[in-house]
């Protein structure tokens, strides 16, 4: 499974609607996300560009792409952004790739 960070932001008819009657979304998109073989694990009300901050296990790009594309087909929302997230040892283990995968960075030309 891979992690991923969810960022979206509700369009104004979708706020009208969730104030005239409130409810945990989290749990009913909880369905879908297992129905895709995933988990959501952690989901927060924000405030500032996102609406909703959350975070998922996916079992692959896919999986998580098909989440963000029913998001946003569904019309509630005007912004969904997917991030996958790595842990700090998968981090290193690039880290360590990097150095070894023989990249040169462009040199400033020599002055005449």
Not at 22 to 50: M, N, S, Y
Request: include cysteine; proline fraction near 5%.
């Amino acid at each position: 499974m891979a992690t991923y960070l969810l960022q979206l932001s509700y369009t104004p008819s979708a706020w009208a609607a969730l104030v005239s009657n409130p409810q945990d979304r989290f749990e009913v998109v909880r369905r879908p996300i297992e129905k895709l073989g995933g988990k959501h694990l952690h989901g927060w009300l924000a405030f500032g560009e996102d609406d909703v901050i959350a975070i998922v296990d996916m079992p692959d790009n896919v999986a998580v792409a098909a989440l963000a594309m029913a998001f946003n087909a569904g019309g509630a929302c005007k912004n969904v952004r997917t991030t996958p997230l790595i842990s700090i040892q998968e981090g290193i283990a690039a880290m360590k790739k990097a150095a070894e995968c023989g990249y040169k960075p462009a040199q400033k030309a020599a002055s005449a």
